[in-house]
């Protein structure tokens, strides 16, 4: 964690064209400032035209319909993802284990949807009750991420789902704040364990950027300036690792699928900035030292999904992607709501041309965020 303190020093800085500059006073994080303005994307809800949008508002469900998701009880044990290796087949088993977390992210984010479209207080109330519930079993700290890496990439995964959705629940003053004070202590202590592991400082590809998300979500609503440096300098090192054609080395080394870890890369980068964004540093106009921004790793995903082909330059597997996927360019909603005269790729075009929706940044992303 001695990196991450020593980005502390950086909170408050000007994002000049070759990267970080300016003065070393330490921010005072915003905790009400959720990966979105709330107020203003409600507002925008209310008055949208857009077919799209309203599409999306109308597959929303209500976590008031679903059931209850009680927190699995021991110790994490998850299966790996893919029988062997990196890449490949996946495992059925990795599949069923992880079932309760997704079914828990989906009741979160459905009450949070709601709430953050219509205001309503009952959903709010109970995405926050069925946080509090695993927040009082003490869930996803009981692993060790040496043993169970899976275990160890569902806490992240899980981590930014409900810090991202804790981040908009927090703007319903109604909420009972005992019970909200007591759930954001659980995240904190969460995020850091989930830090602690040495592998934490190994890390570079997909996996850390996702931490780093779960770190910065977690560091806004709980006001840990080590956490929100932590998710500030994860996007340093992504940026940094865009190579000159926009690729992101690391994902193009997972063979058949380079390209769907380029977009899962590019997933948990983009809300990073956002969160700094709302905090007033300008992380999204960081450029590498070779001169790279978040827009280059996007311009390629584009260009990659149209001619997977470019791809070979990495490796000679045929591309096995999902670009018509609902997660697949989940995180362009926002990346298009800051700049929405930026010109896309024609592939991210038409791929937003129907409701995404990614759990892991918050259910649905066209609500949170599209146009």
């Known amino acids: 964690m001695l990196r991450a303190m020593r980005v502390v020093c950086l909170l408050v800085v000007v994002l000049g064209p070759a990267g970080v500059s300016g003065g070393t006073k330490k921010m005072t994080i915003d905790t009400r400032a959720s990966l979105i303005d709330v107020a203003a994307r409600r507002y925008e809800l209310q008055h949208t035209k857009s077919a799209r949008v309203l599409t999306a508002l109308a597959q929303l469900e209500k976590c008031s319909k679903l059931t209850p998701v009680d927190a699995p009880a021991g110790p994490m044990n998850i299966p790996r993802h893919y029988l062997n290796g990196s890449h490949g087949p996946t495992n059925p088993a990795e599949f069923e284990a992880t079932r309760v977390y997704s079914q828990f992210a989906k009741r979160v984010t459905e009450g949070m949807n709601q709430f953050l479209a219509t205001g309503d207080h009952a959903e709010a109330a109970c995405a926050q009750a069925q946080i509090d519930q695993w927040a009082k079993a003490k869930a996803l700290l009981d692993y060790d ?4 890496s899976q275990s160890w990439y569902q806490v992240e995964w ?10 908009v629940l927090l703007n319903d003053g109604a909420l009972d704040g005992a019970v909200t004070a007591r759930d954001v202590a659980w995240m904190n202590k969460v995020a850091h364990h989930m830090l602690a592991s040495p592998k934490a400082a190994q890390e570079r590809n997909n996996h850390h950027y996702w931490k780093g998300l779960a770190a910065i979500a977690t560091g806004v609503i709980s006001g840990d300036q080590e956490l929100f440096a932590f998710g500030v300098q994860t996007y340093f090192d992504g940026i940094n690792e865009i190579d000159q054609r926009g690729a992101l ?29 709302r905090q007033h540093i300008p992380l999204s106009s960081y450029k590498s030292p070779s001169g790279k921004t978040i827009a ?3 311009e390629f995903l584009g260009e990659a999904v149209a001619d997977p082909s470019i791809v070979k330059a990495y490796t000679p597997e045929t591309q096995e992607s999902s670009p018509t996927g609902p997660e697949f360019f989940a995180s362009l909603e926002f990346y298009r709501h800051r700049f929405p005269d930026q ?16 759990t892991r940044l918050g259910g649905s992303t066209t609500v ?3 146009q």
């Open 343 to 358: 010109k896309l790729p024609v592939a991210i075009e038409e791929g937003l041309k129907q409701p995404t929706f990614a």
């Open 158 to 167: 899980t981590l930014s789902t409900i810090a991202i959705s804790e981040s």
């Open 249 to 277: 080395p690391l994902e193009m080394a997972r063979h058949e699928l380079a390209i769907h870890y380029q977009s899962f890369a590019v997933e948990p980068l983009i809300p990073i900035a956002e969160f700094a964004e």
């Open 368 to 370: 949170l965020a599209g």
């Open 296 to 298: 280059d790793a996007i």
């Open 145 to 148: 991420a040496q043993e169970s």
